[in-house]
């Protein structure tokens, strides 16, 4: 293993935000073909589409959020040489619980369960800055 491995878990993340855009596309086209929007009004305000149209579009937005550290926690960790298998396993699950976490916020969008779902996320994220770092400052 030559830590290169850390980047599958970023492309499977990259995987879920096209599959987020492509579900977007499909549930603005189901709004329009339904007249359930106003056109003109959807063109200046994305709260103006219908609410399973705007949770894609705000999951989306989340995409571009916390993700961003995490794409950074991992070209870090490989140019360290930080890649190990535990932070390959934790940036696996950070990314399963995106996949959940998108599951949960385009469909019920329950926000209790959306919370502790971005928490457990967060913490992933957290751990695996403070692995990287410890791992960098004991090979100096």
Not at 65 to 93: H, K, M, Q, R
Not at 102 to 121: C, D, E, Q
Request: aromatic residues 10%; glycine residues 2%; charged residues 15%.
């Amino acid at each position: 293993m030559n830590g290169i491995e850390i980047f599958y878990p970023v492309l499977a993340h990259v995987l879920l935000v096209i599959m987020l855009f492509i579900l977007l596309a499909t549930r603005k086209a189901k709004a329009v073909t339904a007249k359930a929007v106003d056109l003109r009004e959807t063109a200046i305000n994305n709260k103006a589409w219908t609410s399973d149209v705007v949770k894609v579009s705000n999951n989306i937005e989340n995409q571009f959020e916390t993700p961003i550290l995490f794409y950074i926690v991992c070209v870090v960790s490989f140019l360290a040489g930080a890649a190990d298998t535990i932070n390959i396993a934790l940036a696996w699950a950070y990314v399963a619980l995106r996949y959940v976490h998108s599951y949960v916020h385009t469909g019920s969008n329950l926000v209790p369960n959306r919370m502790k779902i971005f928490s457990a996320s967060l913490l992933i994220v957290l751990i695996l800055l403070v692995r990287m770092v410890v791992q960098m400052a004991s090979s100096a």
